[in-house]
């Protein structure tokens, strides 16, 4: 029997503890990629179920539907900057810096209806809606003003420095509400000392109303739905603060951990902000009660938020937040459903192992910005081999400080998983985490039989698998992986065992062939597989010819050749691609056999190899010969080692 060589198998095994795995929240926000480089604004309009982003850096309009999905571009805007949208959604205005000028689009249509020049090297960039004009910010740095639009007048007419005296250190952020016609609010972000500015424009020109230096740097603004106050997000880690436009003085803080980026306030007054999130520990902020409650979080991009331009709106009835994450290739669209709700982080930690059929203990935890009060339900199932689509365990009380546990006496081993639900509630966004436990099996017998065993060509040979006890499932599978690449692993036999355990499959063996009995497992026992390897030799002959007569030497039959007949030999044998025999001829010498020649040769796809052996030239010359197939120098490896019967031969006058 011969040694193999076979192709080397690595086995990388790894051992997994039980982990505490977090839940996913199970809520149905929108997030996908967006072709928006840097949004410089974000407006909504509820009329037609659309958003506007202003996309400076690649001279466009992006106009997407609620999901995202982009509905048109507005192209041909070099440097388009602020957006605004008129009270009945019929209009969007831009201002376009790089041409100065300011550009009208018909909502309905989304096709440019208007531009109003602002004046060469005015660069306008930033707008608002208020009496019956539409005021704009331009200039640049120290050069900066205030302008506006008059829409009502027949041919609208532009006019330039309504600063009321005030010396703007950047173009004024510009802030109105159409229910508060008479005041229009602008903030100075180009420097540390910048006022806010409150402007009467109930006469038509400008008028300070009420100033107020509030640290400047100011990154976005919003005002609160009753227009009587403005949301203001500062830079550095300040908290969002709110003040009112009457005196300027301050009415609230929302405290957020890190630089507040952009602010938008929802029709209800909620507030919602982002935040730069350097630690990744949140950047969406929502305030949806009094000053005793905390804000909902969410954490929606891993990269730091966008620190410029607005970026962040509410829907119109205000049951979405649209937020913009990332820049360039990398800018994402978030559509948040359920923005006030709080999202809980429930986990579920399960022993790594144990025993089939005794307790175990799996605890956990539910914690929220708004803790959970204790008695809190949850809902436990258990997925096993005997219940995959899982089995409810019933209802488990959260305990206090957010934790829980219960038992369970798991009646399957193997894979055991444990699923924890949490329903969620009118604050509360559901929750749903689970663990995994490794429970233990018996291992049960299972045997294969002719392992080893070496039979000759084309024998048929019965192999049994033999089965012990079991809990359930008495089915076996008998896999047959012949030797060779062109015969693959294939099921040669699948079936229940029989009363005494085995199952029975007969092959040829044609070539040599290792034999699988795979057992699946069942609820308490796990599975095994065994394996048995059989042997099977070739079909060998060889034959001579062009001798004269046969007779026998002793007890030995030999070929009679004259001396100078050439001895022609031919070998049959079963057939391989590639497949060689082994030809040896010996000379008997001396009262022994001598080895004479052994040398390889091909086979014809019929299995037959012709060798002419020549004549020896001298009476009495006594000589043997012999095919074989050597196991890998025969060209292949998929038979054992067979010798053929040695043929005689003897050389006469």
């Known amino acids: 029997m011969r040694m193999r060589t076979l192709p080397a198998a690595t086995a990388l095994a790894v051992l997994f503890s039980s982990v505490a795995l977090v839940a996913t929240p199970a809520y149905a926000d929108t997030t996908r990629p967006i072709a928006v480089s840097d949004a410089d604004d974000t407006v909504v309009d509820g009329v037609h179920q659309r958003l506007y982003f202003s996309d400076r850096y690649q001279n466009k309009i992006v106009v997407t539907d609620y999901t995202g999905t982009v509905v048109t571009t507005l192209t041909g805007l070099p440097q388009v900057r602020d957006l605004e949208l008129s009270p009945d959604s019929g209009t969007l205005y831009a201002a376009v810096h790089g041409a100065d000028k300011i550009v009208a689009f018909d909502t309905a249509t989304l096709t440019q209806t208007a531009e109003y020049p602002t004046g060469d090297r005015t660069i306008p960039s930033r707008l608002a809606l208020a009496g019956g004009k539409l005021w704009f910010g331009y200039g640049d740095q120290w050069d900066s003003g205030l302008g506006a639009v008059d829409l009502t007048a027949e041919t609208p007419t532009v006019t330039l420095d309504l600063a009321a005296g005030h010396d703007w250190a950047s173009p004024p952020m510009l802030y109105a509400d159409p229910d508060n016609a008479g005041t229009l609010l602008a903030l100075d972000g180009g420097i540390s000392s910048a006022p806010i500015v409150v402007y009467d424009i109930s006469s038509g020109t400008p008028v300070v109303r009420v100033s107020a230096e509030k640290g400047g740097f100011y990154n976005d603004a919003a005002l609160t739905p009753d227009g009587q106050s403005v949301v203001v997000a500062g830079p550095g880690k300040r908290a969002l603060t709110e003040y009112r436009l009457s005196d300027l003085e301050q009415v609230r803080t929302y405290p957020v951990p890190d630089e507040p980026e952009t602010v938008s306030v929802a029709a209800d007054g909620t507030v919602a902000a982002t935040v730069l999130d350097v630690d990744d520990l949140g950047d969406t902020y929502v305030f949806s009660g009094g000053p005793d409650r905390p804000a909902s979080i969410r954490n929606l991009s891993h990269n730091w938020m966008p620190w410029f331009g607005h970026s962040m709106s509410w829907s119109a009835d205000g049951g979405k937040l649209f937020v913009l994450s990332g820049s360039n290739d990398s800018t994402r669209f978030h559509a948040v459903d359920e923005p006030r709700k709080y999202l809980g982080t429930l986990k579920v930690d399960a022993p790594a192992t144990a025993a089939r059929a005794k307790s175990l203990t799996v605890k956990g935890s539910l914690a929220s910005a708004l803790a959970l009060p204790a008695g809190t339900p949850l809902n436990v199932t258990r997925t096993d081999i005997e219940s995959p689509g899982g089995k409810s365990l019933g209802t488990k009380a959260l305990g206090t400080g957010g934790t829980f546990s219960f038992t369970d006496v798991p009646p399957a081993g193997g894979k055991v998983k444990y699923t924890v639900s949490y329903a969620g509630d009118a604050s509360h966004i559901a929750a749903t985490a689970s663990d995994t436990v490794d429970v233990s099996r018996a291992t049960p017998t299972l045997t294969l039989n002719n392992n080893g065993k070496v039979y000759a060509h084309g024998t048929d040979v019965d192999f049994a698998a033999h089965l012990g006890t079991t809990y359930k499932n008495r089915t076996v599978e008998i896999w047959a992986d012949p030797y060779g690449a062109d015969k693959p692993k294939r099921l040669v036999k699948k079936g229940t065992v029989n009363a005494n355990g085995n199952l029975w499959v007969t092959l040829d063996m044609s070539r040599d062939t290792t034999l699988t009995a795979?057992?699946?497992?069942?609820?308490?026992?796990?599975?095994?597989?065994?394996?048995?390897?059989?042997?099977?030799?070739?079909?060998?002959?060889?034959?001579?010819?062009?001798?004269?007569?046969?007779?026998?030497?002793?007890?030995?039959?030999?070929?009679?050749?004259?001396?100078?007949?050439?001895?022609?030999?031919?070998?049959?044998?079963?057939?391989?691609?590639?497949?060689?025999?082994?030809?040896?001829?010996?000379?008997?010498?001396?009262?022994?056999?001598?080895?004479?020649?052994?040398?390889?040769?091909?086979?014809?796809?019929?299995?037959?190899?012709?060798?002419?052996?020549?004549?020896?030239?001298?009476?009495?010359?006594?000589?043997?010969?012999?095919?074989?197939?050597?196991?890998?120098?025969?060209?292949?490896?998929?038979?054992?080692?067979?010798?053929?019967?040695?043929?005689?031969i003897y050389f006469s006058n």
């Open 518 to 648: 795979v057992f699946a497992g069942d609820a308490r026992y796990a599975p095994r597989s065994v394996k048995s390897t059989a042997y099977a030799k070739v079909r060998v002959s060889t034959a001579l010819s062009k001798h004269y007569k046969t007779g026998k030497i002793g007890s030995t039959t030999y070929h009679y050749f004259h001396k100078n007949t050439d001895v022609i030999s031919t070998t049959t044998m079963s057939y391989h691609t590639g497949r060689k025999q082994r030809l040896e001829l010996q000379v008997y010498y001396d009262g022994r056999w001598v080895s004479g020649a052994t040398e390889y040769f091909a086979l014809g796809t019929n299995g037959k190899s012709v060798v002419n052996l020549g004549h020896s030239g001298r009476s009495g010359i006594r000589a043997r010969v012999r095919s074989s197939y050597i196991n890998g120098t025969s060209g292949d490896t998929v038979n054992s080692t067979t010798h053929g019967a040695w043929k005689y």
